[in-house]
């Protein structure tokens, strides 16, 4: 039974702590609240960052998770622009990192999500460099755009993964010139493989985006702070205004690893060790979204997942395990893209290697298809592009983990749902 006189600290102040927070009040638990925030902007979604917010067409106000007054009628005691450097596990307390102040936890939830990796190459200090995580990095990075579009400049980006080529498709959206440098041989080569891979090369190249693959950036040039070029390890010299680094993102573990919790290896994506309810090893205190690396019965493998919908989800199910509630983790894994006219939502988990097929359902050549990443006969993941009200039955496919008639799973005439 929970306390009401027990104290829940969160720490971290994106989607998945402040879904915890709300879900922590819904749930009726009426103990002291406190969700720590190292931005100064109140908790808001990630998304509109690389999307609508990005390409202007959604107000700033639209990205925010609740309305800032929502805190306060809800009794969530909200510390914006501070840090927690310290957790003492014996004490159970947490340390600000500004003046030291301690707060004393019964349960504590780490949500602090992920941090860009950075380019270690020389000229990353110049005023042209970006990156994009944080609302702040949008709103430069907007009116880098647009200057960029309004004076014909030219963006480099490092990295075609999402943010990558979503950002692209933004600033052709604007009128820049770009070129993405990419050292793998198509764009999204560990999510979708080399098949799907190509779909989004040949969407940005229509549009008037220059990829480079097989090379990386190895000195970003510059002169009185500002960024002339960008040179790559094949010798070549492309011009350059501005520069992206999206080159992924590392889980911002930090905290926990000087708890002494159990951490992930790094070679598989890291995070904090949890198990299907999200408690790390300190059954005391939990982990959810970007850092959180959680056990998949379905998968058969730990996964740290770096989308919306986890921490959407993540942050609801550890307040639920905090209150004690039987609140098994195990959504299947979804995300979604919009670039240009293309819409694309994508359900499960199938990086290259883990699958023995790929089978096209649709006109791939129209981009008006449902992909499926099949092993075995069993549907390990499922991309629908300009295809609609899928999602469901494309997870349904892939939670049934049976064999699957291939031929009826290419057939549009044949529902989803029968397959099942």
């Known amino acids: 039974m929970v306390d009401a006189d027990q104290t829940f600290v969160i720490v971290g102040g994106g989607l998945a702590g402040a879904k915890a927070a709300e879900t922590l009040r819904a749930e009726g638990f009426s103990g002291r609240v406190i969700l720590i925030c190292d931005e100064r902007d109140h908790p808001y979604e990630r998304p509109p960052l690389s999307k609508g917010y990005l390409l202007g067409k959604a107000e700033r106000?639209?990205?925010?998770?609740?309305?800032?007054?929502?805190?306060?009628?809800?009794?969530?005691?909200?510390?914006?622009?501070?840090?927690?450097?310290?957790?003492?596990?014996?004490?159970?307390?947490?340390?600000?990192?500004?003046?030291?102040?301690?707060?004393?936890?019964?349960?504590?939830?780490?949500?602090?999500?992920?941090?860009?990796?950075?380019?270690?190459?020389p000229g990353t200090d110049l005023a042209g460099v970006h990156h994009l995580r944080r609302l702040a990095h949008a709103e430069r990075l907007k009116g880098v755009l647009a200057a960029?579009?309004?004076?014909?400049?030219?963006?480099?980006i490092a990295g075609a993964g999402w943010i990558g080529l979503e950002v692209a498709a933004a600033a052709r959206t604007y009128g820049a010139e770009v070129t993405v440098i990419e050292h793998g041989q198509t764009p999204l080569h560990s999510v979708l493989g080399p098949e799907l891979g190509n779909v989004f090369a040949q969407l940005h190249e229509e549009h008037g985006v220059r990829f480079r693959f097989g090379v990386r950036l190895t000195e970003i040039v510059g002169q009185d702070g500002m960024v002339l070029a960008a040179r790559t390890d094949d010798g070549e010299e492309h011009p350059a205004h501005d520069v992206l680094a999206a080159i992924g993102a590392a889980p911002r573990v930090g905290l926990a690893e000087a708890a002494g919790l159990e951490l992930a290896d790094r070679a598989r994506g890291g995070g904090i060790v949890v198990d299907e309810r999200l408690r790390t090893s300190d059954p005391d205190i939990y982990a959810a979204g970007d850092v959180a690396a959680f056990p998949h019965a379905l998968f058969d493998t730990r996964l740290r997942v770096e989308h919306w919908a986890n921490a959407l989800n993540g942050g609801p199910a550890a307040a639920r395990s905090m209150l004690g509630q039987d609140a098994v983790y195990d959504r299947v894994p979804y995300f979604f893209t919009d670039q240009y006219d293309l819409g694309m939502e994508y359900s499960g988990w199938a990086p290259p290697g883990s699958y023995d097929q790929v089978v096209i359902r649709g006109d791939a050549g129209k981009r008006e298809f449902i992909a499926f990443w099949v092993k075995e006969g069993r549907v390990l993941a499922g991309m629908n592009v300009n295809v609609w009200d899928v999602t469901e039955p494309i997870q349904k496919l892939i939670r049934s983990a049976g064999p699957v008639d291939l031929d009826a799973l290419a057939d549009p005439h044949v529902p989803l749902e029968s397959l099942a």
């Open 61 to 121: 106000d639209s990205v925010f998770v609740h309305e800032p007054a929502w805190y306060a009628q809800h009794d969530i005691e909200l510390h914006l622009g501070q840090t927690v450097d310290r957790i003492d596990r014996a004490a159970k307390t947490v340390r600000f990192g500004d003046d030291g102040t301690l707060v004393r936890y019964d349960k504590l939830l780490l949500a602090t999500g992920a941090e860009p990796r950075r380019l270690d190459i």
């Open 148 to 156: 960029l579009g309004r004076d014909n400049g030219h963006l480099v």
